[in-house]
C-alpha cells in the first residue's frame, strides 16, 4: 500500500465532519445564503466526483469543438485556478497561466472558442454574454456555455451536467480528507450524463450503473495520448492530479523512461526545478524531457530555458467519445429544449 495513501486513513476520523459539510451546503442551496443563478443560454457542466485527473479539461475541448462542427456559438466558463485575479474575465491565448489559470489557457490554445475565467462562474458567464457580438441575440444563433469542473459548482444552474467516473473512484475511493472524492458517490444521481473510461472494463462497469439504479445515457470515453518521436530514453515529468496515469501512458505507448518525477497538482515551477530535471537527464543519458500540454503551459517562458542536446518534449492527451455523432446529436436535441 502506498505511503501517501496509508498516511491520508489516518484522516478517516475527520470525513464526518466533511460530510457534515456537505449537508449544510445542500440545505443553504436555492436560499438567499447560496442562491442558484441563470444565465440566458443553456449551460453544459463537465465534472467529476474525485480531485482531479479524471480527463475533465480534454473532454470539455472535445466538447467545444464537436458542438461548434454543428453550428454552435460555444464558450467556456472556468474557475481559472491558480491565477493570481478573482474579477472575470476573457481568456487571451497569448497570456500565462498566472493570469489565467494552466486549464482555461489550453482550453483556450486548443479550441479557439472564447473562454471566460472568474471565481464565481456566473460573474464568467455574464462577460461571456455581455461580450457575444449583438447578431447572437438579434437572431437568435443557437449558443451554449460549457462550465469546466462545474458539478460542485451549483451556484449556476446548468442544464446537461455531465459527469466523469472512474472505476476505482467508484468502488475503493472515499470522502476528503481521507480519500479524493468530493462528493459520496450517491451524488451521481445529479447528473444527465455518465461518462466512464474505456476499455477499462466499461462494459462491466456500465452494468453495475445499471444495477445502482442509473437510467440516464452512459457514455464511453477513450483516451489518446500523442507522444512526439524520441530517440532514446528520456526524463518524464508532470504536476498533475495523477501522474502515475501520464507515466503509464508513455510506457504503454512504448517510450522508455530514465526517470519519473512528479511535482503536486497545479505546480508553479521555479528555477530550481529546472535544473533538477536537467541534471536527472545528465545522470539517467536521457536524450530528452516530456511533459503534459498543461505542464507546458505553466512552464511559461522557462520552456526555452532547457539546454541543447536536451529538447523538451509535449505529450498531447486527447479524449474521443464512443459513438461520437450519437452522443452529440442527443446533447444538441438537449440544448434545444433547453432554449
Request: net charge neutral; charged share 25%.
Amino acid at each position: 500500500m502506498p505511503r501517501e495513501y496509508s498516511s491520508r486513513k489516518l484522516l478517516l476520523p475527520l470525513v464526518p465532519a466533511y460530510r457534515l459539510a456537505l449537508l449544510l451546503r445542500e440545505l443553504r442551496l436555492g436560499t438567499w445564503l447560496e442562491p442558484v443563478n441563470r444565465l440566458h443560454c443553456p449551460v453544459v457542466s463537465v465534472g467529476n466526483l474525485s480531485t482531479g485527473g479524471a480527463g475533465k479539461t480534454p473532454l470539455t475541448i472535445a466538447l467545444a469543438k464537436a458542438l461548434e462542427r454543428r453550428g454552435l456559438r460555444v464558450d467556456v466558463l472556468s474557475r481559472g485556478y491558480g491565477r493570481l485575479g478573482e474579477r472575470p474575465a476573457r481568456v487571451d491565448s497569448d497570456g500565462t497561466a498566472h493570469d489565467f489559470g494552466d486549464e482555461p489557457l489550453l482550453i483556450a490554445r486548443e479550441t479557439g472558442v472564447p473562454v471566460f475565467v472568474a471565481g464565481q462562474r456566473f460573474g464568467a458567464g455574464q462577460l461571456a454574454e455581455a461580450s457575444a457580438p449583438p447578431d447572437v441575440f438579434q437572431l437568435h444563433l443557437p449558443t451554449v456555455h460549457i462550465l469546466d469542473d462545474g458539478f460542485q459548482h451549483r451556484q449556476l444552474h446548468r442544464d446537461v451536467d455531465i459527469l466523469l467516473l472512474d472505476r476505482r473512484d467508484w468502488l475503493h475511493d472515499t470522502l476528503l480528507p481521507a480519500g479524493n472524492l468530493r462528493e459520496p458517490a450517491k451524488a451521481a444521481h445529479r447528473a444527465t450524463v455518465i461518462a466512464i473510461p474505456a476499455p477499462d472494463r466499461a462494459a462491466e462497469f456500465e452494468t453495475s450503473l445499471r444495477a445502482w439504479g442509473w437510467e440516464g445515457p452512459i457514455w464511453r470515453l477513450h483516451r489518446k495520448m500523442d507522444i512526439p518521436a524520441i530517440d532514446g530514453p528520456a526524463v518524464a515529468f508532470c504536476g498533475i492530479a495523477r501522474p502515475t496515469q501520464f507515466f503509464a501512458g508513455l510506457e504503454t505507448a512504448g517510450q522508455h523512461l530514465a526517470a519519473r518525477i512528479a511535482f503536486p497538482d497545479h505546480h508553479r515551477f521555479t528555477p530550481a526545478d529546472l535544473d533538477r530535471l536537467v541534471t536527472t537527464a545528465g545522470q539517467t543519458g536521457a536524450t530528452a524531457i516530456i511533459t503534459t500540454e498543461k505542464d507546458l503551459i505553466r512552464l511559461g517562458n522557462s520552456a526555452a530555458a532547457f539546454p541543447a542536446p536536451i529538447s523538451l518534449k509535449t505529450a498531447r492527451l486527447r479524449v474521443e467519445i464512443e459513438h461520437e455523432d450519437e452522443a452529440i446529436d442527443w446533447l444538441v436535441d438537449q440544448l434545444k429544449q433547453a432554449r
